[in-house]
């Protein structure tokens, strides 16, 4: 994810999160985005397809997005926060102001929860 956000600057970065029954995450897909934006994604649908069909074929779901944020935080903007979310996903941000940090949050009713990226 990282290396990936850090290749698409100046733009935001994206890509989805394939986790198997237990939510561990099974593989990162980084994507395109099609905005080409430095302050907003949407996911190429093509790779969007392909990745959900490489993630089935695989016995896993999607479970999560990531996206960076080039001039910002790791934190949820309210521009990510407008956007539709599925409950049951979680968001990884990865910001570079004012230093290199990536989070993890869970959106329950258009609220932001922290979630700890600790790999337990």
Known sequence: MVLHAVN???EEACGLLAVD????????YPLTNSEHSA???TIEPREHF?????????GWNLGGVF???PQGTAELSSTDLDQPHDPDWFHIVVGFV?????????IVQGVPRPL?????
Request: charged share 25%.
């Open 50 to 58: 392909g990745a959900l069909r490489h993630c089935e074929q695989s």
């Open 67 to 69: 996206h960076s944020h």
């Open 116 to 120: 700890g990226l600790d790999g337990g």
């Open 39 to 41: 302050t907003s994604f």
């Open 8 to 10: 698409c600057l100046p």
């Open 21 to 28: 029954e237990s939510r561990k995450v099974r593989m990162v």
């Open 98 to 106: 004012p230093r290199l940090e990536i989070r993890g949050w869970s």
